[in-house]
């Protein structure tokens, strides 16, 4: 059984149920921790680590102040990590990209390009409908990562480090409908990438 320890950014645990149930539905044996219990140690006990969206904005120093356990363990991870929105832009902090808060907020399904399709995005077709909400955005691709794929609200929608498993999508992939089930391909290839 893959073990995956998904990391709750949340203030409360309702949002990161999702994340949580999908791991699960996709074959996962998730262990949860809120943020604070988010350190290296124990990300590398598991199989691969999956980091929640948040209300928090990584623009603002206290919101770094507040992660930095969490950016630390991401930065000495040696198991593949997910980041999803608040996750992926911790992620470009930790590796010293900015992240910028948008004129405008986004809450819908846009419609995404995919650019690599491999890793997470394997078997999907080049453009796929995902669940964006955000407030801020990745500004510049991180040194050392590669750019998966874009939104027409995102330019950076996905992303992956050149040389380790870390993976970040600005999208929420655990937000999927019928008639939009690509996010939930995401999971599922995510949990793939584990075996």
């Known amino acids: 059984m893959i ?14 149920e999702k994340l949580r149930k999908s791991l699960t539905e996709n ?4 262990t949860s921790t809120s943020w604070v219990g988010a ?22 120093e206290d919101t770094q102040r507040k992660f930095t356990a969490e950016v630390d363990a991401i930065r000495d991870a040696r198991v593949p990590v997910l980041g999803v929105c608040f996750g992926h832009q911790l ?28 890793h997470l995005f394997l078997d999907l077709p080049r453009n796929v409908m995902l669940l964006e909400s955000r407030q ?3 500004r510049k691709l991180p040194a050392d990562f590669q750019l998966l794929a874009r939104s027409e609200t995102s330019p950076i929608a ?14 929420h992939p655990e937000r999927y409908t ?3 089930f690509a996010g939930n391909r995401v999971i599922e290839n995510f949990v793939n990438l584990l075996r």
């Open 91 to 118: 992620i470009a902090h930790a590796f010293g990209s900015s992240v910028v808060r948008e004129k405008e907020n986004v809450l819908r399904f846009v419609k995404t390009t995919v650019l690599v399709r491999d």
């Open 3 to 16: 073990r995956v320890l998904a990391v709750n950014n949340y203030p409360t645990t309702e949002r990161f």
């Open 178 to 180: 019928r008639d939009n």
């Open 27 to 30: 074959g996962a044996e998730v």
């Open 158 to 171: 996905a992303m992956k480090h050149e040389r380790r498993p870390l993976y970040g999508v600005q999208f």
């Open 136 to 138: 801020e955005v990745v």
């Open 39 to 60: 350190g290296a140690s124990r990300f590398n006990e598991f199989d691969g680590v999956a980091l929640s969206g948040a209300p928090d904005m990584v623009s603002e």
